[in-house]
């Protein structure tokens, strides 16, 4: 019997750490979950380090826009970098350097000093493209959408934690008796630390592929996805921006993704100043489309490999489209909402549309161009925060979040066409096989 540990996996084992391919499973959504409590760390604690530091409303907003823009760089050469390096190094790497700023935002004692730090942080966001990247080597393309989709759907709910834990962790540390002025800076830790025991964990008990990691492969002279040599870096990025499928799907992430980050940047503030909700019941209102990410992503993913099945690479892009259409509608109908009740239950319908999108996004990516996959995830990937930057500056030009809310529906739904011109050939296939995508114990 062939050994299956030295190919991609069929099926995912949900309960089980015993193969190479489901410890790359689980450690890449929990490094990815880490990476994304320690990028969204700051903000719930932004209020006290505001008085502390004295800081303005437009200061605020440059610190959040650079956290959020400096990932769009960092995501285009991070997928290059896992194409040359390998995932392993690629995210000890990001994990390791990240837990720096992280920490340094402790000592920040001025404005600079943390617009310096914040704008470091924001490589952590990177993360997600490693994490897509190592799934997609891993599994195989039955599967692949499934598990993309669920390690970044579990990796994502890092940040909705983040808000609720850093308030309780503050909490905590006044109560051990340490000063106000110190208490976010020792909280502020515990991000840090945790991205160091992650890198460690994630050396030891992951490896780049199936057959084992990309440098003793390379110098065995055994061939990675069909190349030799060393591969990736700015060959994989050339060869990825010159392919039209994948600068598509950059400006459908740019819709699902950018409006899934700009919807937890604006979601409570709407309930408050729109509907007159308390900030309790505004934040419980906003978290509810945050908690959509621990399934939705990954039901995107699950169905795309279903109708893959039976249609193809095309069927899985005509269902994005059918998805993002969803999602352009949706947003129109949370924008258009005459009570916070209608809301709320607009808000989660449309969300689900957007975290599946996410989800049916990667489930094409590791097929647009197998040779240059780092390239592909990264450019793809950076399009997600390309979209949430230009959903910022949309609502800082028009001045009102509802007209916002109510463009970004319009453009929305335009953008599912770009879903609908990712064509590809008979003869670029899933390549999958017969057995069905599902997770099992």
């Not at 605020?60 to 896992?82: D, E, M, S």
């Not at 590791?366 to 399009?383: E, T």
């Amino acid at each position: 019997m062939a050994d299956t540990s030295l190919s991609k996996a069929n099926r995912i084992q949900l309960f089980s750490l015993g193969s190479p391919q489901m410890r790359v499973f689980h450690l890449t959504w929990m490094a990815f979950f880490v990476c994304f409590f320690a990028w969204f760390a700051c903000a719930p604690l932004m209020p006290v380090i505001k008085g502390q530091l004295g800081l303005t409303m437009a200061q605020i907003a440059n610190i959040n826009i650079a956290a959020v823009a400096v990932t769009i760089l960092v995501r285009l050469v991070i997928g290059p970098l896992c194409d040359r390096y390998g995932p392993r190094k690629t995210y000890t790497g990001l994990l390791l350097l990240g837990a720096l700023p992280v920490l340094g935002v402790g000592f920040s004692q001025s404005y600079e000093s943390l617009l310096f730090f914040r704008l470091c942080i924001g490589a952590v966001g990177a993360s997600f493209v490693i994490t897509q990247y190592h799934t997609s080597v891993m599994f195989a393309p039955n599967v692949v959408g499934t598990a993309n989709a669920a390690t970044a759907g579990w990796g994502n709910a890092g940040g909705g934690v983040a808000q609720g834990l850093m308030p309780l962790l503050l909490t905590a540390v006044l109560m051990l008796g340490v000063s106000d002025t110190m208490g976010w800076r020792v909280a502020l830790i515990v991000p840090g630390v945790l991205m160091l025991i992650m890198a460690a964990v994630y050396w030891r008990y992951t490896q780049d592929c199936p057959q084992g990691n990309f440098s003793e492969l390379r110098a065995a002279g055994i061939a990675i996805d069909g190349k030799n040599g060393k591969g990736g870096g700015w060959a994989s990025f050339r060869a990825a921006s010159a392919n039209y499928r994948v600068w598509m799907l950059f400006v459908t992430y740019g819709a699902c993704f950018g409006v899934e980050i700009f919807i937890h940047n604006i979601a409570a503030i709407y309930y408050v100043d729109h509907f007159g909700l308390s900030l309790k019941s505004a934040g419980i209102a906003a978290a509810s489309f945050g908690l959509l990410a621990l399934f939705a992503r990954a039901l995107g993913g699950i169905i795309s490999d279903k109708v893959a099945r039976v249609g193809g690479l095309n069927r899985r892009a005509t269902l994005l489209f059918v998805m993002m259409l969803g999602e352009g509608l949706g947003l129109l109908w949370f924008a258009h909402a005459n009570s916070a009740a209608l809301a709320v239950v607009a808000m989660l319908c449309f969300g689900l549309f957007t975290h599946m999108a996410c989800g049916a996004t990667y489930a094409l990516v590791p097929f647009i161009d197998r040779k240059a996959l780092g390239g592909v995830a990264g450019i793809i990937g950076a399009g997600g925060n390309v979209g949430a930057v230009l959903a910022g500056f949309l609502m800082k030009g028009l001045g009102d979040t509802q007209q916002t809310l109510s463009m970004l529906g319009v453009l929305v739904t335009v953008s599912a066409l770009c879903a609908i011109a990712v064509r590809f050939s008979t003869d670029h296939s899933d390549q999958a096989t017969p057995v069905a995508a599902k997770l099992s114990a």
